[in-house]
């Protein structure tokens, strides 16, 4: 069982930046893909970003190439998404996931419960 906790949400004006932080509770964190993903009022759940167990290969979606950056930390169990240059259409639901398997899309093991991204115009 892996237990997943999401911060470091908020409100930010558009340009502005977060990082988002997703901290594992397993002790075999190396072992787990992280993705990223969102949800906004009224739309379907989307791909953001995932990164492998070992943080070698990473894969984002189109819409934020060139503005967030996953990373993670395996010494602390902690995946990271660094979201720069922010826009209202990033408002959403942020959560972590995590798997054995990398991949974009939902077909991930184990959620978070959701951090809140607000970018006002």
């Known amino acids: 069982q892996v237990q997943l906790v999401e911060s470091g949400g908020g409100l930010v004006q558009t340009g502005g930046s977060l990082r988002l932080s997703c901290v594992a509770s397993?002790?075999?964190?190396?072992?787990?893909?992280v993705g990223w993903f969102r949800q906004a009022p009224g739309k379907e759940r989307e791909f953001v970003a995932a990164i492998s167990g070992s943080g070698i290969r990473t894969y984002y979606a189109d819409f934020v190439k060139g503005r967030f950056t996953i990373s993670r930390d395996n010494a602390k169990n902690t995946a990271y998404l660094q979201m720069n240059s922010l826009k209202p259409e990033d408002t959403a639901i942020y959560y972590c996931?995590?798997?054995?398997?990398?991949?974009?899309?939902?077909?991930?093991?184990?959620w978070g419960q959701g951090t809140q991204v607000t970018v006002s115009s």
């Open positions: 996931a995590a798997d054995l398997t990398i991949g974009n899309t939902g077909k991930y093991d184990y």
């Open positions: 397993v002790r075999t964190f190396s072992r787990y893909a």
